[in-house]
Nanobody, 122 residues
Framework: QVHIVQSGGGFMQPGESLTISCVAA????????MAWYRQVPGEQREFLAT???????NYEDSVKGRFTISRDNGKRTVNLQMNSLQVEDTAVYYC????????????????WGQGTQVTVSS
């Protein structure tokens, strides 16, 4: 299991932008596929975006064009830039390390960050 520490999050107004980050304590981070999920109370954790070891990205349709996932291998960091935030984006956001994206689906591992609350409200 990979230890992941997340940062960022907070209280935002609709239309604003926010970037959240996670740092993964993995020696082989360069070879890890990484992903972001979010979860609201009472619902399943929802896949948002993934970035492969080679930098290829894939997004859930609901956030495509608004969210951007990126990575900095030197810092073992993955970022999620969220633009044009909407009230519906309110959730706890989670970073996952070391999964795999196959046939249009990301399969997560048990390596999750602690979660970051993002609240969007006017």
């Amino acid at each position: 299991q990979v230890h992941i520490v997340q940062s960022g999050g907070g209280f935002m107004q609709p239309g604003e932008s926010l970037t959240i980050s996670c740092v993964a304590a993995a020696e082989n981070f360069n070879f890890y596929d990484m992903a972001w999920y979010r979860q609201v109370p009472g619902e399943q954790r929802e896949f948002l975006a993934t970035i492969s070891a080679t930098g290829a990205t894939n997004y859930e349709d609901s956030v495509k064009g608004r969210f951007t996932i990126s990575r900095d291998n030197g810092k073992r960091t993955v970022n999620l830039q969220m633009n044009s935030l909407q009230v519906e984006d309110t959730a706890v956001y989670y970073c996952n390390a070391g999964g795999s994206y196959t046939r249009g689906r990301y399969y997560p591992t048990d390596s999750w960050g602690q979660g970051t609350q993002v609240t969007v409200s006017s």
